[in-house]
């Protein structure tokens, strides 16, 4: 069972901090990696997708992907009430899977004015 | 462009009865998905479709769920009978393709089920 775990959280930032969320995955032949953020009652939007070792940064969100450690990470920078949301991990598995997607529980944040 | 459409966004029913979901992907998208969602926890891959084929239902529960995707487009999820644990959000999701690399998926609004 190709698992991925998130920081439990929840999380709490002020306004204006950054929020630094983390996951890891244990399929060491996945090869691309998703955030989706959820608000609640609502369904989960995509907000970044990283492919290669490395930064990829998208206004003030940055991902960050280190495969031999099986770590994948989301960076908000200048973080805004309107941020707050679970965000959800996502790993998506390799072809004797399927390319199966596999989600994290995923961890709540809010961000205090 | 428009998104991933589901039908109906809620759905109340006893245990035992039946319930359809719908779902209308991105137009040209060739591979669907239906999760389950159940509150506080990541969406569960049921089953995915390439094209009108199904690719992995390995986490359906055969014995009350069915899917089936018409002509490659629409599909249709059916959970028959109804158990109080499927009370959950059904999300559909589409992507152009599958493959180890990119083909990200968008997810449409999805329906809440609640099963008393």
């Known amino acids: 069972q190709k698992e991925v775990e998130q920081n439990s959280g929840p999380l709490s930032v002020p306004e204006g901090a950054i929020a630094s969320l983390n996951c890891t995955y244990s399929d060491r032949g996945s090869q691309s990696f998703f955030w989706y953020r959820q608000y609640s009652g609502k369904s989960p939007e995509l907000i970044m997708s990283i492919y290669s070792n490395g930064d990829k940064e998208d206004g003030r969100f940055t991902a960050q992907l280190n495969k031999a450690s099986q770590y994948v990470s989301l960076l908000i920078r200048d973080s805004q009430p309107s941020d707050s949301a679970t965000y959800l991990c996502?790993?998506?598995?390799?072809?004797?899977?399927?390319?199966?997607?596999?989600f994290g529980k995923g961890t709540l944040l809010t961000v205090n004015p | 462009e428009a998104g991933v459409a589901q039908s109906p966004r809620y759905k109340i029913i006893e245990k035992r009865q039946s319930v359809a979901f719908w779902c209308n992907p991105i137009?040209?998208?060739?591979?669907l998905y239906w999760y389950q969602q159940i509150l506080g926890q990541g969406p569960k891959l049921l089953i995915q479709f390439q094209n009108n084929g199904v690719v992995d239902d390995s986490q359906l529960p055969k014995d009350r769920f069915s899917a089936e995707r018409l002509k490659g487009v629409d599909s249709t999820l059916k959970i028959q009978p109804a158990k109080l644990e499927d009370s959950a959000v059904y999300l559909c999701a589409s992507s152009p393709d599958r493959d180890s690399v990119g083909y990200e998926q968008y997810f449409g609004p999805g329906t809440r089920l609640t099963v008393t």
């Open positions: 137009s040209g998208h060739a591979t």
């Open positions: 996502a790993v998506k598995g390799s072809r004797g899977s399927n390319y199966k997607l596999t």
